[in-house]
T-cell receptor, first 111, second 111 residues
Framework: DAMVIQNPRYQVTQFGKPVTLSCSQT?????MYWYQQKSSQAPKLLFH???????NEADTPDNFQSRRPNTSFCFLDIRSPGLGDAAMYLC??????????FGPGTRLLVL | GNSVTQMEGPVTLSEEAFLTINCTYT??????LFWYVQYPGEGLQLLLK?????DKGSNKGFEATYRKETTSFHLEKGSVQVSDSAVYFC??????????FGTGTSLTVIP
């Protein structure tokens, strides 16, 4: 089945130690999104790619970076995780102006 | 600007009760409207959508009608089940790639 895959499902990292979360899709969608979701809150958009065009939200901290080497893959890099970055990170895809499909998420724990 | 206002939770209902979760929006242009559901520890799943005024989205017994005159997209289900317990997010997508989410409404259905 076509889908959005996120690995790993759970990630534990140490305070200040860089971490990378990955997302892949078999839907061949040209838009990919990264959201941060903290407990009992709505997903907060960090950035999205429309093809190779990168769109950063104004309030996304510089600590968060992203790479999209090809249509299928997108990575979220957190350069120096702090305790406040512990959250669920959701990847999603869509075609232009169409429905957004989410992966299962990666729960990040910062020790 | 674009925003979604969603009914505050949590909501607790008995099995077979009628469910309404209110959602209103402000948007420029003619947005598409969505309801997503999130089960514990998982990503968001599309529940239903509507892309133009007076459209009714439906899935798994849930329904919502796109009401442009009242800028609303209320979610309803005639008879809820324990398995419907989850968090429900209303979302809109105006022209462009960005989605706007409501704050989510937690639903618990008790036997």
């Amino acid at each position: 089945d076509a889908m959005v895959i996120q690995n790993p499902r759970y990630q534990v990292t140490q305070f200040g130690k860089p971490v990378t979360l990955s997302c892949s899709q078999t839907l061949n969608h040209n838009v990919m999104y990264w959201y941060q979701q903290k407990s009992s809150q709505a997903p907060k958009l960090l950035f999205h790619y429309y093809d190779k065009d990168f769109n950063n939200e104004a309030d996304t901290p510089d600590n968060f970076q992203s790479r999209r080497p090809n249509t299928s893959f997108c990575f979220l890099d957190i350069r120096s995780p702090g305790l406040g970055d512990a959250a669920m990170y959701l990847c999603a895809t869509s075609t232009f102006r169409e429905t957004q499909y989410f992966g299962p998420g990666t729960r990040l724990l910062v020790l | 600007g674009n925003s979604v206002t969603q009914m505050e939770g949590p909501v607790t209902l008995s099995e077979e009760a009628f469910l309404t979760i209110n959602c209103t929006y402000t948007a420029t242009g003619y947005p598409s409207l969505f309801w997503y559901v999130q089960y514990p520890g998982e990503g968001l799943q599309l529940l239903l959508k509507a892309t133009k005024a007076d459209d009714k989205g439906s899935n798994k017994g849930f329904e919502a009608t796109y009401r442009k005159e009242t800028t609303s997209f209320h979610l309803e289900k005639g008879s809820v089940q324990v398995s419907d317990s989850a968090v429900y997010f209303c979302a809109l997508k105006p022209t462009g790639n960005q989605f706007y989410f409501g704050t989510g409404t937690s639903l618990t259905v008790i036997p």
